[in-house]
């Protein structure tokens, strides 16, 4: 090693693998010394050898929710600083991401800088632009069954049952993007 300042470790968990090597590529430039893994019991074992300084979790990690991660890595360092990612942006989802301790959630597609300063944020933002245009009926049933489907710890069967709704007909409509 020929520097003499330490890198901030920073751990990457998204399930696309030419995503996380673009984003490491690119966050390293930046300076950090980065780790990137695709599922939540690899990001375990290494949340625990690492402890990240910072971390950019995927909300959807194949079948399991990011969220896990984050009431994980809180606990194991109260200090560490979590973007959560994900290109199923709700408003219970991004609830419970900053319930649980992230410091920002973004949706995606999302640009490097947005993520730098995500990182660098200690507060809201009371100038943040509030649509003039009210949610569609679509996007409304998206984020009621994400919020019953967080509620229930994200149990397919216990979701569909409580909404009423055939289990297969609930991961057909879980699969679609909002609109």
Known sequence: ?????????????DDDPVFCDVLAKAMTKRGFDVTYTHTISSALEKVESLMPEYAIIDLKLSDESGLILIDKIKKLD???RIVML??????ATAVEAIKLGATHYLAKPVDVNDIMAAFERTSGDTEV???????????????YIHRILTENNNNISVTARILNMHRRTLQRKLAKKPV
């Open 78 to 80: 109260p200090g560490t």
């Open 86 to 91: 994900t290109g199923y942006a709700s408003i």
């Open 1 to 13: 090693m020929t520097g003499s300042v330490e890198q901030p470790s920073l751990l990457i968990v």
């Open 129 to 143: 632009p509030i649509s003039s245009h009210p949610l569609s009926v679509g996007r409304l049933e998206w984020e």
